[in-house]
């Protein structure tokens, strides 16, 4: 069945076509959001559970997914963290879309032992995806990639001084050390260009300032909602003079546990 996600389907359609013709059997979101809820609903599957570390998100993905939550669904509100959760639950396929980058702001230092994690609860396959990390590295030299990398480091310098956690992001090859460690065979990688545009640039920047009024010193507040009305309007500019900011990659690796 065919994706009707816009947000990362060139990664759903990309797992549907390694799945092929295997079925999804029984399937477990280990880190879900509006997104992969959605997709992963549309699937033909036996049942499916649906993990996040937030209930403010296990609300939104229960919106989103509407009348297609059987009764045999579920929805979890969880820590990977803690060893009692989903104990004893095996699927036959999991995905793993997008968790490890959002692993800090759950559970710090955990990604380490995220894959040994999920091994025991993967019967047939795991499908991990991600975003190759463009915030911590050098200056880029296009001014694309310098100004994703300003963007990026301006959030999640903002996020930081309003005292909660920016995402951290692993390179494909990380994370393919540590499905191996975990007891996985690793069977596909492929990375993906990406197209950012104007809903990822207000999206990066309103996550920046929103809240901003809350700090104890309103002059830093007022100059950081100002750099990023400039990083807004340059990058909005340069979208409408190339098309899209087009510097990142993420990717998707299929493996097996052995
Ligand atoms: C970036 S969001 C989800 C992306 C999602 N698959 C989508 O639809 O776009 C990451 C999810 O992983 C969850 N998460 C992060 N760390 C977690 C942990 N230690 N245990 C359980 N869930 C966690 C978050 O709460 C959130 O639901």
């Known amino acids: 069945m065919k994706s009707q996600q816009r947000k990362h389907s060139a990664l759903y359609r990309y797992i549907e076509k390694l799945q092929g013709d295997r079925p999804w059997g029984t399937i477990l979101d280990a880190g879900t959001g509006v997104n992969s ?19 403010t998100e ?20 969880g820590n990977w963290a803690d060893s009692q ?25 955990f990604q380490p032992y995220l894959f040994k994690r999920l091994r025991p609860h993967t019967r047939k396959v795991l499908y991990v995806t991600g975003l190759e990390p463009y915030v911590p590295t ?5 001014k694309a990639g310098k100004l994703i990398w300003e963007i990026g480091r301006f959030r ?4 930081l001084m309003k005292g909660a956690v920016p995402y951290r992001e692993y ?9 191996q460690l975990a007891g996985f065979a690793v069977r596909a990688t ?17 996550i920046a300032v929103n809240g901003l009024e809350r700090l104890p010193d309103h002059g830093l507040a007022q100059s950081l909602h100002c750099r990023a009305e400039k990083l807004r309007e340059e990058a909005l500019q340069l979208i409408s003079e190339e098309g899209a900011l087009d510097t ?3 990717y998707v690796i299929e493996a097996e546990p052995v």
């Open 138 to 142: 050098d200056e880029p030299k296009t």
């Open 248 to 250: 990142c990659r993420n």
């Open 171 to 179: 390179p494909l090859a990380w994370v393919v050390d540590q499905l």
């Open 190 to 206: 492929k990375h993906f260009n990406i197209r950012y545009k104007k809903l990822f640039v207000n999206g990066q920047l309103n």
């Open 156 to 159: 999640d310098a903002c996020v």
């Open 37 to 55: 809820i959605r997709w992963l609903s549309e699937l033909s599957s036996e049942r499916w559970s649906a993990v996040t570390g937030s209930s």
């Open 85 to 109: 959760l989903m104990t004893e639950e095996v699927y036959d396929t999991v995905i793993a879309d997008y968790l490890l980058g959002a692993i800090d702001g759950c559970s710090p230092y």
């Open 58 to 77: 296990a609300k939104l993905a229960r919106e989103s997914v509407g009348a297609a939550l059987r009764s045999q669904d579920q929805i979890v509100v």
